[in-house]
């Protein structure tokens, strides 16, 4: 019978069985909160080195006690135990360096990896050697990796084996970007990024600086000028622009939770209808992309715990300079939606289940 | 096929029509959110006396553009408009004394009506003119009511037109409180909760004293010893004890946007196990009552933006005295979730669905 | 005998009468907790229009009891009464429009004027008209008008009668900028500069955007690309560069309750130590303007409460791009503690008394 | 000449040299910002295990850089070093335990010690070891210490040569409740008290629980029904009362920086006229001690940054039971303040200098 929602416990057939790899950190939490709601998906692995032995409702509290996930034990990271499962896919979200360790021997028994590390979206290992300070670890699988921009890349996501799910930062930034590069109206050299992110950005680490009382009552710019999330947006701004671009990006830790703003300017020779236009053939049918024009201003308060990302700009009249916003929820569309968003596509699903 | 999530888009048959008065608050926010995306349930009126002639995306931009709900138009509060739209059941979220106006002629009209006001929380029309400082605007309805107390009172909603959705603070003290006052563990009249609310508790109101800047970075009890809503969590306590019982209730208002904590004191003959065994045979097959036992603690950021309800205790084995903990998120459990498990009640639905 | 603090209570010569106009504000309270320890003022007379009547301490319930101020009634604003008083100096923490009212008849009875609005601030009232959207109302006393940025104007100040206190943004952006233009290391035109505000900077006005929960969890830009601070922004830069010039400049709310940070880009042919000699000549012997250099990072936690301002810089080696950063206390050095500096160096005292 | 503030620069002679141990901390550090200001006092040694070598400005860049202390190097904790250096006395805010080792060879060499810690507050070695869970590190010293509660122990600090300082949740417990047990109006016993605390007061750790985003939009209880403060709390109570009591004290964590508040419930047959008189008798003249009587609330706000305490009280006239309030700052009032203020008493200077 239709018409009913479907909840997770009266579907028999058609679920495809996942792990979560680093399922401790915020990534890897929400991911949890969401697959747990998945109509098609069923969690079957939970690692973290941290927390092996414990149950999945001890790390997370607001997990329904009546859902399967919660009894689910953490299992040390070994991908061995999970190739034996019937698992179709495997989250990474661990550290970079780490994840391409588990990606190699996942991929080679046939499960879909999506890594939310940085390990596998730049395809230059120079690149990634200049911005992560160590060699890099798998570099004969990064021509097989897709990066996972899902408006931007859809096609090749859908083939894809390996996703190399954006960063959060890039995500806030490319998305208005590179519509507007592509249809020649900013100068891809021209781009100067200012984003402010909340504090889960920074990840679940018992560090001093990321601390209540560090950061509340507290804005600081940080990794500036030469941030690590640079080597992947210059790289998919150039391939925008058909050439090799260096961009400015000025990141900021702001006291909330999550979400990030991030306002650009650029150069470039376009009125607010053109940007509108370059906009609407980019993104017109995406239904997580908020196209809110020149009235209004994002807010991540509009995104929070969603995978949307609002999209403003202005064309300064005085001087013709253009502003773009944005907003998103670094942990959703810049993290954990994304990455199941990219899921979805993968497995020819319609692109929004399990994320509203 | 079965085993896709039914999204609201694709569901044709079986709903019933809703509408929300006063959907510009908190509160109202809440029910929107929810109903937005509730399988059984089509929203067709939003009202806002302010707001009229508005769209809901306008003051509402996290909605889903391409959700129905995001093109609907608010319109002045009129029971008349709504009568004729084959409308099964209405949401009051409007202040009290103005909720009773609404409800007469929406009754009358045979629609169920949930109301969020205190309007028909006491049955004793004096003590709604003592704690609310006016004569009761609508004595003859008082009788018709049910206390939406859900774990407590779901025999009496099954049946109910009318239902009084609990505060948020009498929620989170009369669950933890209720089943030891009526299993003798606990004296009622011994008992003094201690709450601390976040800010949307206040209601979406232009005062200065709930600017951030006063809110942030402060603490403050406030409404002492009188607070409003102990005229409901008294007429049921007096009811689980069988005699009219007073308390204490000291409410405080603390940084954060939604949430409520309350620590509960009081004397009693009780063990830690006897006061489980009373808890889970009151709450033992709830799905939002998570019963935390004596090991751990709740924590507002458990429940937020879920209708679940933390309850913890512990003995001091020193003194004797019982203590009892809750967690709730005050626009969820506390309103907008608790009135919608209500309505699924009354619909003979599942209690959960559209709150998950 | 010396040695010991001269609290105020102690002092009996050598204090002059001041009046705060508008002490109801943030600015106004900030410049009532100021002056209230300073050791050469006497504050005679607060007014407020709404408030009139109260004490002090009604408002300000942080004031110490047993401080002369805490009694002082609140009066209207009426310059009538104060030069009565032998007011020597009077601080207007009014909106724009107003305070031009009161600094007409305070300026003719002798008395000198720091004036927080934005009433003085432009030299041209046709850019007055055009960003504050009316006529000035005080054309004739624009020229008599000081800007109130004390690092740079303070020869000025010094003969001053009426000083333009700068806005909290145009300090932020100002000080780390005007030195390098000076010296010709950044071109002008070239900068963008991107501000976080907190939630004081926006005023103490009961509106719904600026509740607690509208702004917690909440990032978000406005008034792009006009925001009023500007046309003071540009005018000194203009000065400084000796041409016209327009920049950008696009500030967002964040959900503290003082500070701002402020990142800058800007063009040039500099390079890390150009710019750090241009810093120390400017700012070498000032005590309020910490050159934090090319390692660390300014923070508003570092300045919350104090009059100082951070300034930190950096060259990108990639693109030659210069940024520049800059933390400060929007209520102390952005309004009261700036305004404070300035009556100091007017009145020819040790220009950080009572701001330690 | 009289008549000027006496900056600390300026001064000459008069001073005492003052050291403190476990400078990092967030209580050190509060000690620091304090004591630099201190008219009577020359910091001349800051400890830190961790950050030995560098230099104050280093840890706390709010530092004045032309302030003496700002380039003082910190220096590993060895009480033989600042024997050496006319020490008069020194300030441990070290954990408990680890504050005796370096109690006893300060006494030893004739240094005033206030320490921060719990390791001289409660006079019994047994009470210790419970609450603890460790043998009492320097026995012989509990006779000699002196429970610093300013308004309370005043003559006996006046004379002392160790001071222990009170916990920052005894302070908001007890200076409310003494009073008034003294005076017959409650019952020692029924004191049931319940307190809200930023997350500052759990120290500056590197712990997982205390991130920011595990302690935004969080409120939660904790270390119920035994936290460690209770050793102190019913100590003082008990000698008030004349004979041994045990108390409830619920403590919670709340998301801001600084503050305590705390609500009090208890029994006694006394009116708020007489409540009112009893703390007049014991506060009315302490220039810290706000007494708010029955109108207003205490409120963390208003005493933040200060060494203030707010006290409100109320009986309800429905039930007869005495609720009190208070609000302070728990670094300051709560710790570092507090500890100054004994200073100064034992050095009988005026009680208030450099807190204010």
Tied chains: 1, 2, 3, 4.
């Excluded at 890099?136 to 021509?143: I, R, T």
Aim: hydrophobic share 45%; aromatic share 6%; with cysteine.
């Amino acid at each position: 019978m239709v018409g009913i929602r479907a909840d997770s416990r009266f579907i028999a057939m058609n679920l495809i069985n996942v792990a979560i790899f680093g399922a401790s950190g915020y990534s890897g939490e929400e991911l949890v909160r969401r697959l747990a709601q998945h109509p098609r998906v069923r969690i079957v692995g939970l690692t973290s080195r941290q927390h092996a032995g414990k149950k999945a409702s001890d790390l997370f509290p607001w997990l329904d006690p009546h859902s399967p996930v919660a009894d689910l034990q953490f299992i040390s990271p070994d991908a061995a135990n999970l190739t034996r499962e019937d698992v179709a896919a495997v989250f990474l979200a661990l550290p970079h360096g780490v994840a391409s360790e588990f990606a190699v021997p996942l991929l080679d028994a046939g499960i879909r990896v999506l890594d939310l590390s940085a390990d596998f979206r730049t395809r230059d290992p120079q690149v990634y050697r200049e911005f992560y300070q160590q060699e890099h670890p798998a570099k004969a699988l990064l021509s097989r990796s897709v990066y996972g921009l899902a408006e931007i890349h859809r096609d090749e996501i859908r083939k894809a084996e390996l996703v190399a799910c954006p960063g959060c930062y890039p995500t806030g930034i490319l998305l208005p970007v590179l519509p507007l590069i592509r249809s020649g109206l900013i100068r891809a050299d021209s781009v100067i990024a200012t984003s402010m992110s909340g504090v889960s950005g920074a990840g679940r680490k018992a560090e001093i600086s990321l601390l209540f009382v560090e950061c509340n009552e507290s804005v600081r710019p940080y990794s500036l000028p030469l941030h690590r999330h640079l080597s992947e947006i210059e790289q998919e701004i150039s391939l925008a622009a058909g050439r090799e671009t260096k961009i400015q990006f000025a990141p900021h830790l702001v006291p909330l939770n999550r979400g990030i703003v991030t306002t650009i300017h650029a150069d470039g020779n376009a009125n607010e209808v053109q940007i509108s236009n370059a906009y609407t053939r980019a993104y017109g049918s995406d239904r997580f992309v908020r196209l809110l024009g020149t009235d209004r201003f994002p807010d991540v308060k509009h995104v929070a715990h969603s995978n949307a990302i609002e999209i403003a700009w202005r064309v300064d009249s005085r001087t013709g300079k253009i502003i773009l916003m944005s907003a998103l929820d670094n942990l959703v569309k810049g993290a954990a939606g994304q990455a199941i968003q990219c899921l979805n596509i993968m497995q020819g699903w319609e692109e929004g289940i399990g994320l509203s």
